[in-house]
């Protein structure tokens, strides 16, 4: 069984108040977890089910009838939360990959929230109690299945804590929250960006992207990504208006340019391929 999942909008900045709950966001993907009847199912937040990537995860005994809200995320060793690790395991569909990266990179489910309990639909109750039925549930808490902690009024303080050990942000809900299957401003998350300057080498032909390189440790470029994100009609019109002296080359789907215009971009992190991972443009930089 599949409800929707409640999605947050975007705070610019962190802020504390004692009608909201913080809890650390996860670098996963959103899940919804259906145990009913003794049969267990996995749903992305579009409704997709990948039950089948995680055979860890429907091994569990659910003691009861319940519907999670919560993110599967891979924990390396050292205990951090790795998203290509996730986005490997998501995408696996045969059944020897499946059970090699099980061992290799075994998923955890982090709950926030449940939506169903024994017969009953918990979405018209505040959040505050529906973390009370959460916490008296049969939840079989172990290494797969844990429920995220959470503090009090005291976001500022998560946010700096959450920034020095590199994660990827922090939720902010609101206390007396219903569960609502839409984006609510009574959920809330801040990212921890990390901010880059780069050069933008290139542009695609067809849709729109721009490509950007940074400099190596030896103060050559090197390419870092493309920029999709962030950039308005006043920039685009801007980048368009003085790139084409700097035309230096093309091939089928992509124009490259001299280096000469620099950018500011925001990114959540590094991919180990050494790429911005979704860099949002910010602004252009002197």
């Known amino acids: 069984m599949f409800i929707p999942p409640m999605l947050l909008e975007t705070a610019q900045a962190p802020f504390s108040d ?13 899940a919804i977890l259906s145990s009913i009847d003794g049969q267990t199912r996995i749903y992305t937040r579009h409704n997709n089910e990948c039950s089948q990537q995680y055979p860890e995860l429907l091994s569990v005994p659910f003691g009861e009838d319940m519907i999670l809200d919560g993110e599967i995320v891979c924990i ?7 998203f290509e690790s996730i986005m490997t395991r998501f995408q696996a569909r045969r059944t020897d990959s499946i059970n090699r990266l099980m061992g290799q990179l075994p998923a955890t489910y982090i709950v ?27 939840l079989p808490v172990n290494r797969h299945i844990t429920m995220v902690p959470y503090i009090e009024g005291a976001g500022e303080a998560l946010y700096a804590d959450i920034c020095s050990r590199s994660m990827e942000g922090i939720v902010c809900k609101r206390k007396d929250s219903r ?3 839409r984006r609510s401003p009574s959920w809330q998350k801040v990212i921890n ?19 950007v390189s940074v400099e190596d440790g030896a103060g050559r470029l090197r ?18 208006g003085v790139a084409k002296p700097l035309v ?12 000469a215009i620099r950018a500011k971009v925001k990114t959540r992190n590094w991919t180990k391929a050494g790429l911005l991972r979704n860099p949002v443009f910010v602004d252009f930089a002197v």
């Open 18 to 30: 004692p009608q909201f709950i913080y809890e650390p966001k996860f670098d996963g993907h959103r």
């Open 76 to 82: 390396d060793p050292a205990g951090a939360v790795d």
């Open 112 to 138: 926030f929230d449940i939506l169903f309990y024994q017969g009953q639909d918990l979405r018209s109750l505040s959040l505050m109690e529906r973390k009370e039925v959460l916490a008296a549930a049969a």
């Open 179 to 181: 569960y609502v299957s």
């Open 193 to 211: 960006w990390t901010y880059v300057d780069v050069w933008v080498t290139g542009f695609r032909k067809d849709e729109f992207g721009w490509l």
């Open 223 to 240: 390419p870092a990504g493309v920029i999709e994100l962030g950039a308005n009609q006043d920039h685009k019109r801007a980048f368009y």
């Open 248 to 259: 230096i080359g093309e091939d089928k789907n992509n124009v490259y340019l001299q280096p």
